[in-house]
């Protein structure tokens, strides 16, 4: 369990790094080139996203679900909670989980 949450964490790293390179050709946001769809989600994302680097709070994502129709229960919240891309401070990843959504 240990070497799958190093793994993701590694992973959500080199993500943010991604999207940190990206910034400059998106216009100062930590994404490029999306989808109309993808780029709607992103901007409510942004929103919240309040230093600009990709990242948002857990309470952030709850408020984005809540406002965008879900009315998740606890428990719903946790389980999405468990695939959702996050660095060692525990913000998501917003850019990567909106890609994680589009991909599946």
Do not use: C, Q
């Amino acid at each position: 369990a240990a070497e799958a949450k190093a793994a993701a964490e590694a992973k959500a790293a080199a993500e943010a790094k991604a999207a940190a390179l990206t910034r400059t050709a998106a216009g100062g946001k930590p994404w490029a080139d999306v989808s109309e769809e993808e780029e709607e989600i992103l901007e409510a994302f942004w929103g919240f996203d309040d230093n600009g680097n990709g990242f948002i709070g857990i309470d952030d994502l709850r408020t984005i679900m809540t406002t965008m129709g879900d009315t998740l229960t606890d428990d719903e919240f946790m389980e999405i909670m468990e695939e959702v891309p996050r660095n060692s401070d525990g913000e998501i990843n917003y850019v990567a989980y909106v890609h994680m959504m589009f991909s599946s």
